[in-house]
């Protein structure tokens, strides 16, 4: 017993000097005042462009060029064509004023992808056309079109099995 009081004691002596520790925080330096004359100090630079931009609901639909690939059959010249003229647009989205109100950047916004639509399908033939006038949403987003329904022929009905008479017990 007097053993365990003492195993006790000890264990808890560790560890409320642990937690001492452990709370312990060092208090930074001051630094001595300095008498010295003022820096002049010269006022922070904004960048015109920072890296990531707040984003923005004015319209903007990249092209879904892996939609547009599969469904149209583009070939590679024309999916080439069609990733330059997608990253043309997307850095044209991207350097729009951060400073136009959300009427003039929504405007702009419809205005590039019209055009963009417009040399987008000067590209294409016209069975791609067609194809890709089904996909087009009124909002500017494609859409797959919906798979064909498989028509079932209709199946005869198989008659049950006649009853099993009884049989009768003697």
Same mark, same amino acid.
């Not at 365990?4 to 060092?26: E, M, P, R, Y």
């Not at 064509?81 to 400073?99: F, N, Q, R, S, V």
């Given at each position: ?12 002596? =560790? ?14 330096? *001051?630094?001595? #005042?300095? $008498?010295?004359?003022?820096? #002049? ?16 609901? !004015? ?7 892996? @939609?547009?690939?599969?469904?149209? $059959? =583009? ?8 990733? %330059?003229? !997608? ?11 951060? $400073? ?16 963009? !639509?417009? %040399?987008?399908? #000067?590209? @294409?033939?016209?069975?791609? =056309?067609?194809?890709? %006038? $089904? ?30 008479? @009884? %049989?009768? *017990?003697?």
């Amino acid at each position: 017993m007097k053993t365990f009081i003492h195993i006790a004691a000890v264990t808890g002596g =560790l560890l409320l000097c642990t937690g001492s520790f452990a709370q312990d925080k060092s208090t930074p330096a *001051k630094q001595p #005042a300095t $008498t010295a004359t003022p820096v #002049a100090t010269t006022p922070a630079v904004k960048p015109a462009v920072t890296a990531t931009m707040p984003r923005v609901n !004015d319209g903007f639909q990249p092209m879904n060029l892996g @939609l547009l690939m599969k469904q149209l $059959t =583009l070939t590679p010249e024309q999916m080439g064509k069609a990733k %330059e003229l !997608d990253a043309t647009y997307m850095k044209m989205h991207a350097a729009l004023p951060a $400073t136009l109100t959300q009427e003039q950047r929504t405007g702009q916004v419809k205005g590039m992808m019209a055009k963009r !639509d417009a %040399e987008f399908k #000067a590209m @294409l033939t016209a069975i791609q =056309l067609k194809q890709y %006038e $089904t996909m087009r949403q009124p909002t500017g987003a494609l859409v797959s079109p919906p798979a064909p329904v498989p028509t079932a022929t209709p199946v005869k009905p198989i008659p049950a099995p006649a009853p099993m008479p @009884l %049989e009768k *017990k003697k």
